[in-house]
C-alpha cells in the first residue's frame, strides 16, 4: 500500500485506506444537497408568469426572487464559513439544508412578496453554507488520491438540476401550481436530513489554532489564480447564458431555446462524467483543455452561428466544458488550501455569485450598445487571461502532475 504524507491527511487526522470503496451512499446524499440547492435557485425562473399573478406583482419583480437568492449567497458565504470553522461538519451542513425545508415552505405558503423576497434571500445563504461544505466534505470521506472523483460524484446535483430538475419543476409547476412544486423540495429536504444522518459521516471543526483567517488563505500559493480563473471563466459564461434568448432570436432559433438548453444540460452533465474520470491524474490538462475548448465554441460561434447545425455542436462542447467546470475548481481549490478548504470553498462561492452578476451586467451593456453579435468575442477577451493564468499556475493552483 502506498504511504500517504502528513499533508494527505484530512483535518481530523482520519486516513481512508486507499483500497476503501468509494461511500456512494454518502456522496449521492450530499449531490441530492446540491440538487435541492440549485433547483431551489433556479426553479422560479420556468414558474414567473404563475409567480407574478400569484402575488401580484410584475415578472421583473418576480426575477428578483432569484437575485436576491444569489445575493444571500454572495454576501454571507465567507462570513459565515469563517465564523463556523469550530462546529462539527455534519452539524453545519444539516442547519444548512434545514434553512432550505424553512424557507421553500415559507415560499409555498406566502401571499405576500416581501415576505417571499426575504425567504429566498435566506434560502441563497442556506446555498451559500451547502455549496462552501460540499467538496471539502466530499473530499474527506475518502483517500486523497480519491478526492476529485468524490467531488465529482458529489457535484452531480447541479448539472441534473439544470437539465433534468428545472424542466420538470416547470411542467409540474404548470400542472398542480407552484406553490406546490415549492413545497415538493420541502419534502425532498426533510428525505435529504434523513439520507445525511444516515449516511454522510461527521467531522470535527477545526481547532482554534489551526483556523486560519480569510486574508491568510487568500495568500496561500496557488488560490488568489484558481479564483481569478473561475472569475473569468464564469463571467464569460454568463454574458451568454444569461441572454440565451436574444442572442438566438436573430438566428431564427428563437422556438428552439427549449432545445438548446436541453444540449446544454445534456453535454453538462457528460462533462461532469468526463471531469470525475479524468481529475484525480489530470486536474491541470482538462483544466487547460477545457478553457481552449470553449474559446474554440466560441469562435465557432463568432464565424458560423448562421449554421444551426454549428450552434448546436458549439452549444453542446460548452454545455460539456461548463458541465465539468466546477468540480475542476473546486477540486483544485480544495486540494490548494487543504486544511483551510472550507474557507476557500466559501471563497469560491463568494467569486462565483459576483461572476454571474458582473456576467448578466456585462452581458446587459453588449446587448444595449453593440449587439448580440459582441458576445462570443467579448467572452474569448474574457477566456484568453484565463488560459494565460491557468497555463502559469503550474507549481500551485492547477500543477504539472
Not at 188 to 194: A, K, P, Q, S
Request: hydrophobic fraction near 60%.
Amino acid at each position: 500500500m502506498t504511504s500517504i504524507t502528513p499533508t494527505d491527511l484530512p483535518p481530523d487526522g482520519h486516513v481512508a485506506s486507499r483500497s476503501d470503496p468509494l461511500p456512494l451512499a454518502g456522496l449521492l446524499a450530499l449531490a441530492m444537497a446540491g440538487f435541492i440547492t440549485m433547483l431551489t435557485e433556479v426553479m422560479p425562473a420556468g414558474l414567473l408568469p404563475r409567480i407574478s399573478a400569484s402575488l401580484a406583482v410584475s415578472e421583473s419583480m418576480a426575477g428578483q426572487l432569484i437575485t436576491v437568492y444569489a445575493l444571500g449567497s454572495l454576501l454571507t458565504a465567507i462570513p459565515l464559513i469563517t465564523a463556523t470553522q469550530g462546529l462539527r461538519r455534519r452539524r453545519l451542513l444539516l442547519l444548512a439544508i434545514g434553512g432550505f425545508a424553512v424557507t421553500n415552505t415559507v415560499t409555498a405558503m406566502s401571499g405576500y412578496f416581501w415576505l417571499t423576497l426575504a425567504a429566498r434571500f435566506f434560502a441563497g445563504v442556506s446555498a451559500g453554507l451547502v455549496w462552501a461544505l460540499l467538496a471539502s466534505y466530499a473530499a474527506r470521506m475518502v483517500p486523497s488520491h480519491l478526492a476529485g472523483r468524490a467531488i465529482a460524484i458529489s457535484g452531480i446535483g447541479a448539472p441534473l438540476a439544470f437539465s433534468v430538475g428545472v424542466p420538470a419543476g416547470t411542467f409540474l409547476g404548470g400542472l398542480v401550481g407552484w406553490r406546490f412544486a415549492f413545497g415538493i423540495m420541502s419534502g425532498l429536504t426533510v428525505v435529504l436530513i434523513g439520507l445525511v444522518l444516515a449516511k454522510v459521516p461527521d467531522f470535527p471543526g477545526q481547532p482554534e489554532g489551526k483556523r486560519l483567517s480569510l486574508s491568510a488563505v487568500a495568500r496561500i500559493p496557488g488560490i488568489r489564480s484558481i479564483l481569478f480563473v473561475i472569475f473569468a471563466f464564469v463571467l464569460a459564461h454568463n454574458i451568454l447564458y444569461t441572454y440565451i434568448a436574444p442572442y438566438l432570436a436573430p438566428l431564427g432559433l428563437l422556438d428552439r431555446v427549449d432545445g438548446i438548453l436541453l444540449v446544454f444540460g445534456i453535454g453538462g452533465v457528460g462533462g461532469l462524467w468526463i471531469a470525475g474520470v479524468l481529475i484525480d491524474r489530470w486536474l491541470r490538462e482538462v483544466v487547460l483543455t477545457s478553457i481552449v475548448a470553449f474559446i474554440a465554441s466560441m469562435l465557432a460561434l463568432a464565424f458560423w452561428s448562421h449554421s444551426t447545425a454549428v450552434v448546436y455542436g458549439a452549444v453542446a462542447v460548452w454545455g460539456i466544458v461548463f458541465g465539468g467546470a466546477p468540480v475542476l475548481f473546486q477540486t483544485a481549490s480544495a486540494k490548494t488550501a487543504r486544511e483551510a478548504a472550507d474557507v476557500a470553498q466559501a471563497m469560491v462561492v463568494t467569486v462565483w455569485n459576483l461572476a454571474i452578476a458582473c456576467g448578466g451586467i456585462a452581458g446587459g451593456v453588449l446587448l444595449d450598445s453593440l449587439g448580440v453579435v459582441s458576445f462570443p468575442w467579448a467572452m474569448i477577451l474574457a477566456l484568453l487571461p484565463t488560459l494565460v493564468v491557468a497555463w502559469a499556475a503550474r507549481r500551485h493552483g492547477f500543477p504539472v502532475s
